[in-house]
């Protein structure tokens, strides 16, 4: 079995605990976490564990092959980078790192010393988001139009990241793994109503051929929505991952041009077929992302959702912060 520890017992953590607790490839021998009230938490649900107040008996450990960093983003360069050092396999939560450069060292000493790095978008492991990829991947919603997600609540505010890097990093996970990291601008705009940090924040992403993509991510809407559309030349897609059923709708919808001569002479037609809710298997995506995990660590192969892919996550969010600080300006990505 593959030995696990765990950096970080605060809102993440207990599911990593408990997810890497019941997992048959791995054995969860250590928790460790600052807070006190946090370590008799652990304590009290897995009496076997041990649990101390250092990450250092974690990362240093000759015991353990694996270290799951659930921290204050600020704190997960050094800490995976100690891990590496020590030899360790390591699993690192969304945002990889506070900047592309961190990012990309992990990725290049990950490589270095032939170690498995993997970044915690869950979201890639969802039966929803998986079932996209098939009908994108596959060209079954034809030539894309635009993708449109929004993402919004109340709460919870972070102390040392923005609205855009707190939720869109889950979108941004997404959209890379859906169209590929291949958008070469990007135009970002927020507010800041409560302190220095965006809480509201708007992202467009362009591509060539006409595909953009649009973001809306918000800690101030009374209400929690979870929408994506994705719109295509074919057919269309909605996914709504608050609805405990028929989550993924494919609709047989769009419109068809008959002539191009002229804006007056322009005439289109408006198909309007079936929808489609495919089965979607509802397996925890926590759960999926650790089995995955632990094949990757056993056939010593990186996953999708790598060093590079956590690089180029935060890569968007950097120019996304550089267009908020312009106003909104376009930030080339290429």
Known sequence: MIKAGIVGYGYWGPNLARNFNSNPNFDLVAIADRDEKRRLMAAQHFPHVKVSAAAEEITRSPEIDVVAVATPVSSHFALAMQALENGKHVWIEKPITASSAEAAQIAEKAG?????????????????????KEYVGGGQLGDLYYYDSVRVNLGLFQHDVNVIWDLATHDLSIMNYLLGPTARAVSALGPRHFNELED????????????????????????????????GSRKMLVWNDLEQEETLKIYDKGVDIKTQKGVYDLLAEYRMGDMISPNIPHVEALKMEVDYFAECIKNSQNPHNDARAGFEVVRLLEASDRSLESNGAQIRLD
Do not use: E
């Open 112 to 132: 270095q010393l032939n170690r498995v790095v993997m970044v915690d978008h869950t979201y890639l492991f969802t039966g929803s988001v998986r079932k996209m």
């Open 200 to 231: 509201v924040g708007y992202l467009t992403f362009f591509y060539d051929n006409n595909l953009i993509a649009h973001f809306h991510v918000n800690w101030l809407s009374p209400v929690k929505i979870r929408k994506t559309l994705v719109g």
